[in-house]
């Protein structure tokens, strides 16, 4: 480390900008439920838990605004696919 820094063109703000329609927030979460998607990003071999959260969410948005018929093909698809 140096004893003195140079600081005279820095600017202050977040070192990464924030992308266009995303909000920086304060969020509290279950201990369980944050461990369960830093889990599922560290088995994925890597990655960013707080992406896995939001596409939770915009995933749960999705498909409350899906039709039933829709839906109950989808989960039915889903079933028998398992089924084999």
């Given at each position: 480390m140096r004893k003195e820094y140079?600081?005279?063109k820095g600017k202050r703000g977040p070192v990464v900008p924030i992308a266009k329609g995303k909000s920086?927030?304060?969020i509290r979460?279950?201990?369980e439920v944050l461990e369960w998607f830093k889990a599922q990003v560290e088995s994925a071999g890597g990655g960013n838990y707080q992406t896995l959260i939001n596409a939770a969410l915009v995933e749960h948005?999705?498909?409350e605004a899906e039709?039933?018929?829709k839906?109950?093909?989808r989960v039915l698809r889903e079933?028998?696919?398992r089924a084999g």
């Amino acid at each position: 480390m140096r004893k003195e820094y140079d600081f005279y063109k820095g600017k202050r703000g977040p070192v990464v900008p924030i992308a266009k329609g995303k909000s920086r927030i304060t969020i509290r979460l279950d201990d369980e439920v944050l461990e369960w998607f830093k889990a599922q990003v560290e088995s994925a071999g890597g990655g960013n838990y707080q992406t896995l959260i939001n596409a939770a969410l915009v995933e749960h948005i999705r498909r409350e605004a899906e039709p039933l018929e829709k839906t109950l093909r989808r989960v039915l698809r889903e079933e028998l696919r398992r089924a084999g």
